[in-house]
């Protein structure tokens, strides 16, 4: 912790949990669709999120994320109007999904080429975020450290080929959590490495070349 | 290295080196942080700037929040503040809370603010550093120091005792943030780093118990209100602890208690809207004009 967690952040009420935490959980949908705007998204409001999000913005909150916008971005409160103007289809659903975090919310996604994902995640608190699943597979980070989510298919020396890659061309990087899950065997995997220093953009693209990796993401520390 | 786990390491340090707390704190989160000190200051600076912009928008006459429950409070205050030539308080007090009203109200609107510590208790801090910077002239650089010596106390609150509503109640985070803006203010008056801790002391103490009980849970009734009775709170003891009236309980033993009280305190009274004004007949109807039934 130092002063600037506690005097700080600069970001758009009106709760850290239901507005600050939304934006943030919105920005891992826009780093797994690359930034890309969507044609449809059902975004799933759940527990206390489908409660009080209305008074909170949180819906606003997480479809600003979802179009890269930051916490502190003042486009938040327009959110509705602004996706509706980019030809973004969404709705919201308001409905429990059994056990999870009271904030917790899921952004399913349609890109316009049809390529379809999903993030479900909670606001736990202080603007701080968990990601329980990512396009349904389990993950299991809460942005304290960075992270990397690295997307692959599940075939042999794909991990070692990725901490190879860290170990001699980022050799500074130390990881301090992994984490490995997979629909089944030889489909589709996710990598959760979370390391200490936040590493180099160049990373993410060096990773993506690997062969069987068919995305990585950085999810930064708050 | 200072570890920030308590009020009297940090006072104690300031004073034996004969540097203002913020100085003190300045240097160690510049070497915690491994950047240099202007880039600190700038940070800080921006902050304050953001809590400036709050303070101007909030006082809009037709502010509203997201609910629709609140809004324009600072507008009428400062209506009022100017035909009354002050009202009860007089004009400088009048004016700081005008300014918490309206970064509270500024936060309820979806407006941007720093939280400080937390956006529910946003106006505190602003309403009081803003009004010494604006109304009596004090230079920017003590200011931010200032807000240095905050976020330090501030650090040492939440490792002891916490700054959530849901984890300790309202004391957690309107306590804190007077806590916090007693001793700001008590350096800014040139207080000694001793008279900072007892002006935390004063302001934690006198808030001990005060419970989170939002209506239909939204940051907006009593939050807005309570960011005024925190900042009187803040003036108060930082009056006192520069006239000399030292608390009897030192601050750290103030926070050990605020940490024990929001233990002891039911779930229903931390932020779930389960109790207290959220509760009430009326409370109960507000929340459903939102929500619906």
């Known amino acids: ?222 | 290295m200072l570890k920030y786990e308590s009020i009297r390491e940090i006072a104690d340090a300031a004073a034996e080196k004969g540097l203002r707390i913020g100085e003190l704190v300045l240097h160690d989160q510049a070497e915690a942080m491994e950047q240099p000190e202007e880039e600190l200051l700038g940070r800080m600076r921006e902050n304050f700037a953001v809590m400036r912009q709050a303070v101007e928008s909030g006082q809009n006459r037709d502010l509203r929040s997201m609910s629709g429950l609140t809004g324009g409070e600072a507008y009428l205050m400062k209506q009022y503040a100017a035909r009354s030539e002050g009202g009860l308080c007089g004009s400088f007090l009048a004016g700081a809370v005008v300014r918490a009203l309206a970064v509270a109200g500024t936060n309820a609107a979806m407006g941007r603010i720093v939280a400080a510590p937390t956006a529910g208790s946003c106006g505190i801090l602003p309403g009081c550093l803003v009004s010494l910077y604006e109304d009596r002239g004090v230079d920017e650089r003590t200011i931010l120091l200032s807000m240095f010596t905050a976020g330090a106390f501030g650090m040492v609150i939440a490792a002891k005792a916490g700054i959530s509503g849901a984890q300790g109640g309202c004391q957690a985070e309107c306590g804190s943030a007077a806590g916090m803006a007693a001793a700001a203010l008590t350096e800014v008056m040139g207080g000694t780093p001793g008279q900072c801790a007892d002006a935390c002391a004063i302001a934690v103490a006198c808030q001990l118990g005060l419970v989170c009980d939002p209506v239909a849970g939204l940051v907006e009734i009593p939050c807005i209100k309570r960011n005024v009775s925190g900042l009187m709170i803040a003036f108060s003891s930082a009056d006192l602890a520069l006239a000399g009236v030292a608390p009897k309980i030192p601050a750290d033993e103030c926070i050990d208690a605020m940490r024990e009280v929001g233990g002891a305190m039911p779930v229903s009274l931390k932020e779930t809207a389960g109790g207290g004004l959220a509760a009430t007949p009326t409370g109960q109807k507000l929340r459903e004009q939102v929500f619906g039934e």
Request: aromatic share 4%.
């Open chain 1, 1 to 222: 912790m130092n002063v600037f967690d506690i005097i700080g952040p600069i970001m758009i009420g009106p709760s850290s949990s239901h507005t600050a935490g939304a934006v943030r959980l919105g920005r891992v949908a826009n780093k797994l669709m690359d930034g890309q705007t969507p044609a449809r998204l059902d975004i799933t409001l759940s527990g206390s999120f489908a409660r009080t999000g209305r008074g909170h913005g949180t819906d606003r909150a997480l479809l600003a994320g979802i179009m890269g916008y930051h916490s502190y971005s003042e486009e938040i409160r327009d959110a509705l109007a602004i996706a509706s103007g980019r030809g973004i289809d969404y709705r919201f659903i308001r409905r429990d999904i059994p056990d999870t975090h009271p904030n917790t919310a899921r952004v399913e996604y349609v890109l316009p080429n049809g390529e379809r994902g999903s993030v479900q995640g909670a606001s736990i608190g202080g603007g701080n975020i968990r990601v329980d699943l990512v396009n349904d597979m389990k993950v299991d980070f809460n942005g304290d450290s960075h992270t990397l989510l690295v997307m692959h298919l599940d075939r042999p020396g794909v991990i070692a080929s990725v901490t190879n890659l860290m170990r001699w061309e980022y050799s500074e990087l130390n990881i301090c959590n992994f984490h490995l899950s997979r629909e089944r065997k030889g489909g589709n995997a996710i990598m959760t490495i979370e390391v200490d220093s936040r590493p180099p953009d160049s990373l993410i693209a060096d990773i993506r070349r690997l062969e069987n990796v068919t995305n990585a993401l950085l999810i930064r520390r708050l």
